[in-house]
C-alpha cells in the first residue's frame, strides 16, 4: 500500500518535472469539507498571464472573486476569455456545483452564484497556498484535471460568536467570516447582547451606546475559583450602525447570512443597566462584570416591549436575514414572581405560571417580528410555556428540545453543547489555556451526526443544520479565539456539508495536515493535537489493559516509558497493550520513524492499581450519551478523570438520575477504603449528591452526607478490615435545582469520577 501510493507519486512527479511539480502537490484527497464525488486525471490546466474567463452575469460575485484570488495572490493578471468558464445549469440545486478541470478548460457549473462560489472554494483549494497571501511569485499555476460534483447535506451551516462578553475588530470579524465562506458555512449567528455588554448601536437609545456597552471591569480566572477577583479595568465598545452595515454586506459576498441575535428576556442586565425601568424592580443594576446567569431580565411592560420593537426596527434595517435570533435561554423567573405587574399579568392573560409568561412574552415578539416578513429562532428554552407558533428552535441542551420540536413540527438547528460548543477544551494538556470547561476534541466534533436518532425519516426535514457556538468569557484576544475555533470549524464543515458516507476521521486528519499550511498563510492560530496521544482501557479476562493510540501514518510511532521519565529518541516503541498490574505513571511521544525527530507533545497518565482495577461493574442506568465515558467499566479502571474537565474518558455523567453501583470482586477481598470524586461546576448545571449510601454483600446500606461547595467534591469511606465479595454504593442526584442557584429549575447533573477500592 505504501510503496503504491510512493510509486503513484513518483509517476505523477515524472510527468510534470518540467513544469515546477513544485508548485501542484494537490491530491485528491485534500479538498475541506470533503466532495460528494471527486474524479482525478493525470494531466493538469495551467493558469498563465493568457488565461481568460468569462462568466454568466448571474454568477458574477464568484467569478469575481476567484479573479480577485488568483489577481493579488499571484503576479498574474486574468483576461477575457473562455479558458475558465462560469457557466448556469439550472438542474443543479441552489447550493450545487460542477467544477470540471481538464487541460484545456475549467468550467464551473451552478444554478446559482452561491453554488458557483462554492467551486470557486473547492478550485481555491486545488491551487497553491502561497495564493492566500500573495507569496507565490511564480508566473504560471498549475491545477490537477478533475471532475467534481458537489452539494451540501444540511442547508443551515453556521457559527456563532458571542462579542458580548469580549469584542474583536471589524476586521478580525470579517477574517472569521472569510473562514466561513472557505468552508462553506453559510450563516453567521451574531451574538450581540448580553449581560456584560450591548454591543450595537441603537440610535434611539443613547445609553445603550454609554452605559451599556461598557462594564467596569472584569472577573479574573475561572469563576468557579473560590474567590472573585476582578482586574479593575474598565472594558467595553460596540458596533456602529454604519460598521454593521459594512459587516453584512461584506459577508454578503461571500454568501453569508448575518442572523443578529438580540436576547430576551433573560441575559439583559446591560440592557437595564443603562434602562432601569426595563426590569421589574426599577432598581439600579451594573453591567455584569463577572459570568453566569443573573436574576436581572426584561419585565414584560409596556416599556420593554416598546423599546424592544424600536430596537428590532433597527436592527431589521440593518440585518436583512430571514431570522433574527431572540435568545430566550436562561431567564430566571425570581424576578417575575415578586413583581407585582408580572403576576397581574399572570391572571389577566389566564397564565399558568412564569415560564407561560416567558412564552407569552416571546410569541408577542414573534408576532412582531413576522409582521415584518421575519421569522425568529430562539434557544431551546423557548419550548418552556408553549412554543411560538413559527419559531425555529436552536438545541443546545443535548437534542431533547430539537426532538420535541421536529416532532411538533417545528424547525430545528443543533447546537448541543456536547458536541458544538467550541468554548470546551480541545485536549487534555495541563496547557491549555483556561476554558469554560467541559472537553470537546477534535473527532469528537468531527464524529457528530446532527439527525438525532429519536427522530422518523419524515420528521428528519425539520433539521435545518448545525452550527458551532464560541461563547467568550474565556477568550479576550483574536488569537485565543482563532485557537478555540480552529481546527474545530474545520471538523464542523464536513459534518454540516458532507455526505455522511462520505466522512472519514483518518481520511479528514490527513487532508488536516495538509490544510495546515493555507492556516498558516492565513495567519491562523489553530491548535494542533493531531499528534498528541490518547488512550483508551480494556477489560479482558478480569484483567485491564493500557492502550495507546495517535494519529499514526507509517513513518510514526509511539514511543514510551513507564516509570514516570521523559520518552526520548531511545526509549521502547508502543507495539501493544499494557497489562495494569500494578502502580505506573506512563509517559509517552509520537516520533519520527528512525529519526529522533518528535512530533506534538508528550503525554502523561498516571495509573493508580487498586482492588477494584479488573473486577465487574454494573450502573442501573446508563450514562447520559455524550458523557458516557468510558462507559462504567472506566470508573474502575485505574484512571481518575481530569480535575478540570469533567468531559474527558473518565468522568461519567448522569442527567437527573439517582443511580445504583455494583462492583463485584467474584471473591471475598479485605477492603480498606472507598474514595470516589463528584464533580461541582454548577454553572454548567453539576452539582454533586448530598447523599450516599454504601452497603457490602447483603448488610444494611450506611449513609454519607456531602458538602458541596469545591469544584471537586471528595467522598470517602474508610472501614477497618471489611470483607466483602460484592460493594454496593448508590448515589442520589442533587434533584431539580432550586431558584437562585445557577441553572435553577433544570435537572441537575451528577458527575462521578473512579472509585477507588483499598
Ligand atoms: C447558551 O449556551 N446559553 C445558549
Ligand atoms: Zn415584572
Redesign the pocket.
Known amino acids: 500500500m505504501h510503496i503504491k501510493k510512493l510509486i503513484g507519486l513518483f509517476i505523477l512527479s515524472l510527468a510534470l518535472v518540467n513544469c515546477k511539480e513544485e508548485s501542484i502537490q494537490i491530491t485528491q484527497t485534500q479538498i475541506i469539507p470533503i466532495p460528494n464525488s471527486i474524479e482525478l486525471s493525470d494531466s493538469f490546466f495551467t493558469i498563465d498571464e493568457n488565461t481568460g474567463v468569462t462568466y454568466d452575469d448571474n454568477l458574477k460575485v464568484s467569478a469575481q472573486f476567484l479573479k480577485n484570488f488568483i489577481e493579488t495572490g499571484s503576479q498574474i493578471t486574468l483576461k477575457q476569455g473562455n479558458a475558465i468558464q462560469f457557466l448556469i445549469d439550472e438542474t443543479l440545486e441552489p447550493e450545487a456545483y460542477k467544477l470540471t478541470v481538464s487541460k484545456k478548460e475549467i468550467k464551473i457549473e451552478a444554478s446559482t452564484d452561491q453554488g458557483a462560489f462554492y467551486a470557486v472554494q473547492t478550485l481555491r483549494q486545488l491551487m497553491p497556498v502561497g495564493l492566500e497571501n500573495g507569496a507565490f511569485s511564480e508566473n504560471e499555476i498549475l491545477i490537477q484535471a478533475v471532475v467534481i460534483n458537489d452539494k451540501p447535506q444540511f442547508s443551515y451551516r453556521g457559527m456563532h460568536l458571542d462579542v458580548a462578553r469580549h469584542m474583536f475588530s471589524v476586521e478580525f470579524i470579517k477574517k472569521y467570516i472569510d473562514a466561513l465562506a472557505m468552508l462553506k458555512l453559510n450563516t453567521f449567528h451574531w451574538h450581540l447582547t448580553d449581560d456584560q455588554g450591548w454591543r450595537i448601536e441603537i440610535k434611539k437609545y443613547t445609553k445603550l451606546q454609554e452605559v451599556a456597552a461598557y462594564r467596569d471591569e472584569t472577573l479574573v480566572g475561572h469563576y468557579s475559583d473560590r474567590l472573585h477577583q476582578f482586574d479593575g479595568k474598565r472594558y467595553g465598545g460596540y458596533y456602529t450602525q454604519e460598521e454593521v452595515k459594512d459587516i453584512v454586506q461584506y459577508a454578503k459576498e461571500r454568501f453569508v447570512t448575518v442572523i443578529p441575535e438580540i436576547e430576551m428576556p433573560g441575559h439583559a442586565q446591560a440592557a437595564i443597566a443603562a434602562y432601569p425601568e426595563l426590569g421589574c424592580s426599577d432598581q439600579p443594576v451594573e453591567v455584569a462584570k463577572k459570568w453566569g446567569v443573573f436574576e436581572e431580565i426584561y419585565c414584560p411592560n409596556q416599556k420593554t416591549f416598546a423599546f424592544l420593537e424600536d430596537v428590532l426596527d433597527e436592527v431589521l434595517e440593518l440585518f436583512p436575514s430571514k431570522y433574527i435570533h431572540i435568545g430566550g ?2 431567564a430566571p423567573k425570581t424576578r417575575w414572581k415578586n413583581c407585582e405587574h408580572c403576576q397581574a399579568l399572570i391572571k389577566e392573560e389566564g397564565l399558568k405560571d412564569e415560564h407561560h409568561l416567558q412564552s407569552y412574552f416571546i410569541t408577542k415578539m414573534e408576532k412582531y417580528l413576522n409582521s415584518k416578513g421575519r421569522q425568529i429562532i430562539g ?1 431551546d428554552e423557548i419550548l418552556e410555556g408553549g412554543l411560538a407558533p413559527n419559531a425555529t428552535v436552536m438545541s ?1 441542551r443535548g437534542t431533547s428540545g430539537a426532538v420535541e420540536a421536529a416532532k411538533s413540527g417545528h424547525n430545528v438547528i443543533m447546537t448541543p453543547t456536547s458536541h458544538c460548543y467550541f468554548d470546551y477544551y480541545q485536549s487534555e494538556n495541563d496547557d491549555e489555556p483556561l476554558a469554560i470547561g467541559g472537553f470537546l476534541p477534535l473527532e469528537k466534533v468531527y464524529g457528530f451526526n446532527p439527525i438525532p436518532e429519536e427522530l422518523t425519516e419524515n420528521e428528519r426535514q425539520y433539521v435545518l443544520g448545525a452550527q458551532g ?1 464560541i ?1 467568550t468569557e474565556y477568550i479576550p484576544t483574536e488569537k485565543h479565539l482563532e485557537y478555540m475555533a480552529f481546527p474545530r470549524m474545520l471538523a464542523l464543515s464536513e459534518v454540516v456539508w458532507s455526505q455522511p458516507e462520505r466522512k472519514n476521521y483518518k481520511d479528514f486528519v490527513s487532508r488536516l495536515e495538509n490544510f495546515h499550511q493555507r492556516l498558516d498563510a492565513l495567519k491562523m492560530n489553530y491548535a494542533n493535537h493531531l499528534y498528541d496521544i490518547e488512550y483508551e482501557t480494556e477489560r479482558i479476562n478480569d484483567e485491564v489493559y493500557f492502550k495507546l493510540d495517535s494519529n499514526l501514518s507509517e513513518d510514526k510511532i509511539i514511543r514510551l516509558e513507564l516509570n514516570g521519565s521523559e520518552p526520548d529518541y531511545e526509549s521502547r516503541v508502543y507495539t501493544e497493550p499494557i497489562l495494569i498490574d500494578k502502580s505506573m505513571e506512563v509517559k509517552a511521544a509520537v516520533y519520527k520513524f528512525n529519526s529522533k525527530e518528535k512530533l506534538g507533545r508528550t503525554f502523561t497518565q498516571n495509573i493508580n492499581y487498586h482492588k477494584a482495577v479488573g473486577a465487574k461493574i454494573t450502573i442501573n442506568k446508563q450514562p447520559y450519551k455524550a458523557y458516557s465515558g468510558s462507559g462504567a467499566q472506566g470508573l474502575i479502571n485505574g484512571i481518575s478523570g481530569s480535575d478540570s474537565r469533567y468531559g474527558d474518558k473518565e468522568w461519567l455523567g448522569f442527567w437527573g438520575e439517582d443511580i445504583l453501583i455494583e462492583i463485584d470482586f467474584r471473591e471475598e477481598l479485605e477492603i480498606n477504603s472507598i474514595k470516589t470524586r463528584f464533580y461541582n461546576s454548577n454553572g454548567q448545571w453539576i452539582y454533586a449528591p448530598e447523599k450516599i449510601l454504601v452497603a457490602f454483600d447483603n448488610n444494611q446500606y450506611q449513609e454519607f452526607n456531602l458538602a458541596n461547595d469545591e469544584l471537586l467534591i471528595n467522598f470517602e469511606f474508610n472501614v477497618a478490615n471489611q470483607r466483602a465479595k460484592k460493594v454496593y454504593i448508590k448515589v442520589q442526584n442533587y434533584g431539580t435545582i432550586p431558584e437562585g442557584k445557577q441553572g435553577a429549575g433544570n435537572k441537575a447533573w451528577t458527575f462521578i469520577d473512579e472509585i477507588i477500592i483499598n
Do not use: A, C, T
Open positions: 435561554d436562561e434557544w443546545w457556538n461563547w
